[in-house]
């Protein structure tokens, strides 16, 4: 699992505020957020508690930027149509500089530094927050950035690192 090393990263303090078994349940939880949100798999979808608030901003082609904020039985709805319409709005992303912290009862608020796979961009404002709900977290909040520009860079040459054999082409028989 590649998510899993990304959450190594988290900042010493974690263990000072919050209990090593809390650390420990939020990071498979976290772990598992991240594989289903990597491979795009629906079952992400009941990780969201339906009364959750997400807050979206998004960055157009075109530059303009936009404030979306969803309930998260929206966002769940915006995912699904976006899944079977072959367009994903849950990209796959890298989370690094985890930080977790206790906010009330058993609520935790994690922040991180995102970085999108697929378009190469960070967004280093990412928030999530989750509760435990029926002995399990559930996301009740999540706070990030979309960019639509792909910021990758494009090689500028291609090297082919192959040997190559050309072989003569036989003459037609007549």
Known sequence: MACVGVLL??????????????????RIFLAGYLELNNTKNINLLPLYADEAEINVTVVTLDREVRTLELSGRKWKQL????????????????LHDIRIKPISGEALEITAHRYALGRCY?????????????????????????????????PETT???????ITPAMEPRQ
């Open 9 to 26: 990263w988290w900042h010493a303090p974690n263990a000072a505020t919050v209990d090593q078994q809390t650390v420990e349940d939020a």
């Open 79 to 94: 995912l699904r149509e976006t899944w079977y319409n072959g367009q994903p709005s849950a990209e796959p992303m890298q």
């Open 122 to 154: 960070w967004d280093n404002r990412y928030r999530l927050v989750i509760a435990k709900d029926a002995k399990r977290y559930r996301i009740i909040g999540e706070t990030l950035l979309i960019h639509h520009h792909n910021q990758c860079e494009q």
């Open 159 to 165: 090297i082919v690192n192959q040997e190559i054999t």
